[in-house]
């Protein structure tokens, strides 16, 4: 079965959330197929992982931020919808020369990512263990037959 790698993720997760699916030929199946495709995608971890001068530079715009950042009443920064509530005005300049210093490191990451990307988006073939419908336990809840449908065969 071909897939993206983005979606064999998606798959993957599925069926790592399953719980109390009976029947011991589609339990088998649910196995097999999380073991070959968390194989496959075992070679995607750490690819996005930041190298240590981007942790570096994410680290000193963070403190520049966190300088910036409004406080509460104990002196800590104030957030916001996820992000820091700061007068951007004040942080944009500071940032920005860190950014000139770190441009470099900042283009490998953002290439990084890029590359990243376009792996999730390659479309991987992955042998798949099917089951028949008939062998899907009658009481199966929907839930778990969306995670379960790509391996079913009528």
């Given at each position: 079965?071909?897939?993206?790698?983005?979606?064999?993720?998606?798959?993957?997760?599925?069926?790592?959330?399953?719980?109390?699916?009976?029947?011991?030929?589609?339990?088998?199946?649910?196995?097999?197929?999380?073991?070959?495709?968390?194989?496959?995608?075992?070679?995607?971890?750490?690819?996005?992982?930041?190298?240590?001068?981007y942790v570096e530079f994410d680290n000193?715009?963070?403190?520049?931020?966190?300088?910036?950042?409004?406080?509460?009443?104990?002196?800590?920064?104030?957030?916001?919808?996820?992000?820091?509530?700061?007068?951007?005005?004040?942080?944009?300049?500071?940032?920005?020369?860190?950014?000139?210093?770190?441009?470099?490191?900042?283009?490998?990451?953002?290439?990084?990512?890029?590359?990243?990307?376009?792996?999730?988006?390659?479309?991987?073939?992955?042998?798949?263990?099917?089951?028949?419908?008939?062998?899907?336990?009658?009481?199966?809840?929907?839930?778990?037959?969306?995670?379960?449908?790509?391996?079913?065969?009528?």
């Open positions: 079965m071909k897939k993206t790698n983005t979606e064999w993720d998606k798959i993957f997760s599925g069926l790592k959330s399953l719980e109390n699916v009976k029947g011991i030929k589609l339990v088998y199946a649910i196995s097999k197929n999380k073991d070959k495709i968390e194989s496959h995608l075992r070679h995607l971890e750490g690819l996005l992982k930041p190298n240590e001068e000193k715009r963070v403190a520049i931020v966190e300088k910036h950042a409004k406080k509460d009443e104990y002196g800590n920064p104030v957030i916001k919808n996820d992000s820091y509530d700061v007068d951007v005005d004040l942080v944009k300049p500071e940032v920005g020369e860190l950014e000139k210093e770190y441009k470099k490191v900042i283009d490998d990451r953002k290439k990084q990512i890029e590359e990243f990307n376009a792996l999730l988006a390659e479309e991987v073939e992955i042998d798949i263990h099917t089951v028949q419908l008939k062998e899907t336990p009658e009481d199966i809840s929907l839930i778990q037959f969306e995670k379960i449908k790509f391996m079913i065969e009528e």
